[in-house]
């Protein structure tokens, strides 16, 4: 399982409700699926918390597959000042009824009043990396200096 | 020496870590929550200590069986979101299997195998439905009007199963409403009083926001009217109308397990109800079996005619909105049963394959040799049969394109084949 721990920059970026999140799984037949879920926020102990507002949806099928198989999903959160951060963890609890899931139901409604509360899964953390393109270009030039076009590289005629 | 010590079935079955690593496909978590429901569970001093009443879901009794006893919990969540409807079982000495066990472990409440010394999964104890404290304005404490499991209510409308009426002639695996199996209990009343507590309690019931998922009602089979179970039919009709009152939709979710209704009356219940699935328990998909085990069913309605009207339900209810129950492992009860669990699974799948194809989905419960029913001293199958026969049963599902609504994980949560479907 994963136990990596996230800085408070990134919780911000995951906890800011300006950001977009988007959430990729797969299914049990090995298709990918990726949705945004403006619901990902991080909890207590750091770990990823979402909340799945429809039964039936496919993501809430396959976060399930990654539960009860050790599986990882990935979310990506793109911050309003555009850095991004990829995360991926694997889903450990799956909250579907009893008093702690009332509240998130009630929390829910607070957020979208229509909503129907599926379930709050709770992800454990095991990767976590900036995604912003002027990170990871200096990062791409430190560890793959050869990736690059001549002409980039050509001197003064 | 208890009997599960003397007769040595840990070397005659391949144990749960063997179990999931032989068939992948399986999740661990739903093969642990099958071996737990065949197995049972026991609670110790340190878990028992962990309960609070007045936080958590306990009964007096067994609202189901009516026997009275210490208040104690029903069921658990395991960190999936799924349950186990098992409360603690005290005394296995006969059982054929030991139990597992509920300890606390670090501070976690866990399940263990203590012969194995293995943590297997942590759980917790079921929430007390608020409704609970209330009485209706009858004065009737709510809690025996109800019951609940986490995302459900059930009301219990007939407490007695007349099967039973002719000895011998109720379902050999059963342990519901014993406490009311002779000739002369009629079960409890079901007055005016009654049908307007339901509604009570029904209304107290939807106050607790995001709790229930769904309204269930079953009983035991009532075999009076002009024709069988008509009169079955008139209480689940006065039933819901008392609960109708409730909601502001017509229609609403109900997991309804009745007995085998006729065609008409069926289409009754759909005209006049909030049903909109149905179920009926042919209990063991083998009409010789069923014969012997379910001697009330297969004498006064049949083991064809009852699958007959679980087709004439799909008709009215639609593709996979008609659930067939099965006790899963009972074919195998001797002497009459398969003695070869292959044999067993091969001729249950292939008659849930045919019913399959004509729309009816399945709910397996898993056979536990339960004190009250006169199985209690049999022998169930192994785990490795109870996995496949969920393997089996949801792939039935899949290749016949049926989904399962009101018998799946969370609007009722004892069927590990239907546990699978959250997947599909
Ligand atoms: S019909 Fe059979 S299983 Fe149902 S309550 Fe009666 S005896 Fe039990």
């Known amino acids: 399982m994963g136990n990596v721990k996230i800085s408070q920059e990134i919780i911000d970026a995951i906890n800011d409700p300006g950001s977009i999140k988007v959430l990729a799984s797969i299914s049990r037949t090995g298709e990918l699926h990726v949705v945004p879920k403006g619901t990902i926020t991080v909890n207590e102990e750091g770990n990823i918390r979402y909340y799945e507002l429809l039964e039936g949806s496919q993501t809430n099928k396959n976060v399930t597959f990654a539960l009860w198989f050790g599986r990882k999903i990935a979310i990506n959160i793109i911050t309003p000042d555009r850095r991004s951060y990829q995360i991926k963890g694997i889903p450990v609890k799956s909250l579907v009824a009893g008093k702690e899931y009332q509240k998130h139901y009630e929390r829910a409604m607070e957020l979208i009043p229509d909503s129907d509360l599926a379930a709050v899964y709770e992800i454990e953390l095991t990767d976590v990396r900036e995604e912003s393109y002027p990170v990871r270009f200096a990062e791409e030039a430190r560890d793959n200096p050869l990736y690059i076009h001549l002409d980039k590289l050509a001197g003064q005629a | 020496m208890s009997r599960n010590s003397e007769n040595g079935w840990r070397s005659k079955e391949l144990p749960y870590d063997q179990v999931i690593e032989k068939y992948p496909e399986i999740p661990p978590i739903v093969a642990l929550k099958i071996d737990v429901s065949r197995r049972g569970i026991h609670y110790t001093q340190a878990a028992l200590d962990r309960v609070d009443p007045d936080k958590h879901h306990v009964e007096p009794y067994n609202y189901m069986i009516g026997h009275g006893k210490n208040a104690a919990p029903i069921g658990l969540f395991l960190r999936d979101g799924s349950v186990i409807c098992q409360g603690d079982t005290p005394d296995?000495?006969?059982?054929?299997?030991?139990?597992?066990?509920?300890?606390?472990?670090?501070?976690?409440?866990?399940?263990?195998?203590?012969?194995?010394?293995?943590?297997?999964?942590?759980?917790?104890?079921?929430?007390?439905?608020?409704?609970?404290?209330?009485?209706?304005?009858?004065?009737?404490?709510?809690?025996?009007?109800?019951?609940?499991?986490?995302?459900?209510?059930?009301?219990?409308?007939?407490?007695?199963?007349?099967?039973?009426?002719?000895?011998?002639?109720?379902?050999?695996?059963?342990?519901?409403?014993?406490?009311?199996?002779?000739?002369?209990?009629?079960?409890?009343?079901?007055?005016?009083?009654?049908?307007?507590?339901?509604?009570?309690?029904?209304?107290?019931?939807?106050?607790?926001?995001?709790?229930?998922?769904?309204?269930?009602?079953?009983a035991g089979s009532t075999l009076s009217g002009a024709e069988i179970f008509d009169?079955?039919?008139?209480?689940?009709?006065?039933?819901?109308?008392?609960?109708?009152?409730?909601?502001?939709?017509?229609?609403?979710?109900?997991?309804?397990?009745?007995?085998?209704?006729?065609?008409?009356?069926?289409?009754?219940?759909?005209?006049?109800?909030?049903?909109t699935t149905y179920t009926t328990d042919l209990e063991v998909l083998n009409p010789e079996l069923f014969k012997w085990i379910c001697p009330g069913k297969s004498r006064l309605v049949g083991y064809e005619e009852w699958k007959h009207r679980l087709y004439d339900a799909v008709e009215i209810f639609g593709r996979g909105n008609v659930d067939c129950g099965i006790v899963g492992g009972v074919e195998t009860a001797q002497p009459n049963?398969?003695?070869?669990?292959?044999?067993?699974?091969?001729?249950?799948?292939?008659?849930?394959?045919?019913?399959?194809?004509?729309?009816?989905?399945?709910?397996?419960?898993?056979?536990?040799?339960?004190?009250?029913?006169?199985?209690?001293?049999?022998?169930?199958?192994?785990?490795?049969?109870?996995?496949?026969?969920?393997?089996?049963?949801?792939?039935?599902?899949?290749?016949?394109?049926?989904?399962?609504?009101?018998?799946?994980?969370?609007?009722?949560?004892?069927?590990?084949?239907?546990?699978?479907?959250?997947?599909?």
């Not at chain 2, 509920?102 to 194995?116: A, K, P, Q, W």
């Not at chain 2, 006065?238 to 009152?245: F, N, S």
């Not at chain 2, 785990?383 to 989904?403: D, P």
């Not at chain 2, 069927?415 to 599909?424: E, F, G, Q």
């Open chain 2, 231 to 275: 009169d079955e039919v008139d209480l689940y009709i006065k039933t819901l109308h008392a609960a109708e009152k409730a909601f502001k939709t017509e229609k609403f979710p109900v997991k309804l397990v009745a007995s085998a209704f006729s065609k008409k009356q069926l289409q009754r219940m759909y005209d006049e109800t909030a049903i």
């Open chain 2, 337 to 424: 049963g398969f003695a070869d669990e292959d044999e067993a699974l091969a001729a249950v799948l292939a008659e849930a394959e045919e019913m399959g194809r004509h729309g009816v989905s399945f709910a397996d419960c898993v056979w536990n040799a339960l004190p009250g029913s006169m199985f209690v001293n049999q022998k169930t199958p192994s785990l490795e049969y109870y996995v496949k026969l969920a393997l089996g049963l949801a792939e039935v599902r899949r290749k016949n394109g049926l989904k399962i609504y009101t018998d799946d994980y969370r609007r009722c949560g004892n069927h590990p084949n239907t546990d699978l479907a959250r997947i599909d």
């Open chain 2, 92 to 218: 296995y000495s006969k059982a054929y299997r030991d139990p597992y066990t509920l300890d606390v472990v670090d501070g976690r409440l866990v399940l263990t195998d203590e012969e194995i010394g293995k943590v297997y999964e942590e759980v917790t104890f079921w929430d007390r439905p608020d409704f609970y404290d209330k009485k209706t304005s009858n004065g009737t404490p709510m809690c025996l009007v109800a019951s609940a499991r986490p995302q459900r209510i059930t009301i219990a409308p007939q407490t007695k199963c007349h099967f039973w009426d002719t000895p011998g002639e109720g379902c050999k695996y059963c342990a519901l409403f014993s406490a009311h199996r002779s000739k002369d209990d009629e079960g409890e009343i079901r007055d005016e009083k009654w049908f307007q507590d339901v509604e009570e309690t029904t209304r107290e019931a939807l106050k607790e926001k995001g709790r229930y998922c769904s309204f269930h009602m079953t």
